[in-house]
């Protein structure tokens, strides 16, 4: 499993929810790759509860989609906006427990249209919520344009593994 390097820290302007580690209410989320999955650890606390020690499921639905963008990041070296999200809450996860494991994947591509599946793992394990992602890709050039976006390199790597 190796980190992936986020292409916008130090960047003017970036302040992202999801992954700015320096956004003081964000959820400041790593990414890993692991084969062709894109991997996250993260631990929930009080501040993102909904009922008692429960996590919200809109900080859950936050934390796939950031997950799932970032597998078109890595896997296709280029931006996307999410274009239809659904979710599956099997079982509650709590804001007093362990680290979760978040995992996603491309599933089918048709064009510029991607779809990725993401889970959420409790710390036993156990799947607790999953979801599936309609990305609308960019060109390589609007992602480099709008975005900023150029590469999206592991630790150790020089240029993207296509």
Not at 12 to 34: A, I, N, S, V
Request: glycine share 10%; net charge negative; hydrophobic share 30%.
């Amino acid at each position: 499993m190796k980190k992936i390097i986020n292409p916008w820290l130090g960047r003017e302007g970036y302040h992202c929810f999801g992954c700015d580690p320096d956004h003081q209410h964000g959820l400041k989320m790593e990414f890993y790759e692991d084969g062709e999955d894109i991997v996250s650890f993260w631990q929930p606390d009080g501040e993102h509860q909904s009922w008692i020690n429960t996590l919200h499921g809109g900080v859950q639905a936050a934390l796939l989609d950031e997950l799932c963008g970032w597998v078109v990041f890595r896997k296709f070296q280029t931006g996307s906006v999410t274009s239809k999200m659904e979710i599956r809450y099997r079982k509650s996860l709590h804001t007093n427990g362990g680290k979760l494991t978040l995992r996603a994947r491309t599933t089918e591509q048709r064009r510029n249209l991607i779809t990725v599946v993401g889970e959420i793992y409790n710390d036993a394990g156990e799947l607790c919520t999953e979801c599936s992602c309609l990305f609308f890709l960019f060109s390589r050039e609007k992602s480099a344009a709008e975005m900023g976006l150029t590469e999206c390199l592991v630790e150790g790597e020089t240029t993207p593994q296509q």
